[in-house]
Structures are given as C-alpha cells and as structure tokens.
C-alpha cells in the first residue's frame, strides 16, 4: 500500500503571507494526486487534482505542483478562510483511495 | 447542482450492523463516468476508503475492513447505501458519501456521525 506523508504536520503564518505544503508517497503515483481542504464541521472540498490542476470555483492562489513521489501544495497569499486542514490523496487502487494525515495551516 | 447526503442512525451498538444511505440530487449515479464512494474519518485514524459503488453493480471494498462491508444501490430512488456489520467501538467515525471521478472526489455529502456505543 502506498503511504503518504504530509509535512509540516502544523503551519503558523500570517494572513497575506505564502504556504507551502509537501506531501511525499512511498512509490509513485504518477500525477495521481489531489488535495483537499477541510475546515471543522465540513466535509473535505477538492482543490486540486491531477497533481496541477485546479478544480472547478478554486481561487488562483492555490497551487500544486510535482510528480512522482513528491508534490507541493502552494497558497500564494494566505487569506482569513484560507486557515484550515489539508490533505493529500492518492488512487492507486482506484476506485480505492488513501491520504496524507494532514496539514494544518493555523493563523500566527 | 450535485448534492450528496447521508442518513442513517446516529447510534450503533457493537456487534450490530451500521447502516447508512446516501441520497443523490442534480445528478444520477446511473453514469458510467463516476463511483459513488464511502469513507470515513476518525480522529485516531484521519480519512478512510471503505468501499465504492458503480453503475453496472460493481462494487470494491477497503480490504482492511476484512468483508465487514456491503455497498449496495436503489437507481429508482438515486440512492446508494452502506452496511458494516460486527460494529466496535473503533468504527466510530464521521462517515462520507462521495462522488468519485477517476483519481480525486469531487463531491462530497456533509457527512453524518456514528457512535458505537452499548
């Protein structure tokens, strides 16, 4: 099974300044990587697929970007509704899925 | 617009049998372009696959849950639902219905909280 480590596990920044998250698999997933943002209460929302790929109504300030085993969730300017958990995820067993453990961006 | 929700008891007791449905809207989940997925999430064990669901009857499950899931569906009422039976208390979870294009999920219900508890 290929596993997924998210890291930092916690992130303290300031709104307005730049998050870069990591996400490493045990073996390669190809491109085959989402990441979701989650904040408490809600179910996960997709942000990006396909490792670089913004999915529909997600703002420009999200990025992703890698191949392989590492890949990088990027927030050019960190906005108040921005600060929530992220995950990664994989699916290569699809339909079966697995994630990261999470990223938690927290305001500084 | 795609909406997903779960229902289902809030309670089990162990040993029991959970049982959930999913209630899709806006869209069909008789489409050959999609699975309609389970998960769950714990705080002790973060975000899991429990099984998938697709339009001909397939269905897939998370080995790890050793055949303790059932994932059936109802195309007359859009429903797809989840049973997992032999409950403990580690199977308490908020549980996820999920729309799942090939790799990422796209949709996602709000998601519903079940306790195993006597």
């Known amino acids: 099974e290929i596993v997924l480590t998210q890291s930092p596990a916690t992130l303290s920044l300031s709104p307005g300044e730049r998050a870069t998250l990591s996400c490493r698999a045990s073996q390669s997933v190809s491109r085959y990587l989402a990441w979701y943002q989650q904040k408490p209460g809600q179910a996960p929302r997709l942000l990006i697929h396909d490792a670089s790929n913004r999915a529909t109504g997600i703002p420009a300030r999200f990025s992703g970007s890698g191949s392989g085993t590492d890949f990088t969730l990027t927030i050019s300017s960190l906005e108040p509704e921005d600060f929530a958990v992220y995950y990664c995820q994989q699916r290569s067993n699809w339909p079966g899925v697995t994630f990261g453990g999470g990223t938690k961006v927290e305001i500084k | 617009q795609l909406q997903l929700q779960e229902s289902g008891p809030g309670l089990v007791k162990p040993s029991e049998t959970l049982s959930l449905t999913c209630t899709v809207s806006g869209g069909s989940i008789n489409s050959s372009s999609h699975y309609w997925g389970w998960l769950r999430q714990s705080p002790g064990k973060g975000l899991e696959w429990i099984g998938s669901?697709?339009?001909?009857?397939?269905?897939q499950d998370n080995p790890s849950l050793k055949s303790r899931v059932t994932i059936s569906a109802d195309t007359s009422k859009n429903q797809f639902s989840l049973k997992l039976s032999s409950v403990t208390v580690a199977d308490t979870a908020v549980y996820y219905c999920?729309?799942?294009?090939?790799?990422?999920?796209?949709?996602w219900g709000q998601g519903t909280l079940v306790t195993v508890s006597s």
């Open positions: 669901f697709y339009y001909s009857g397939s269905t």
């Open positions: 999920a729309r799942q294009e090939e790799g990422p999920l796209d949709h």
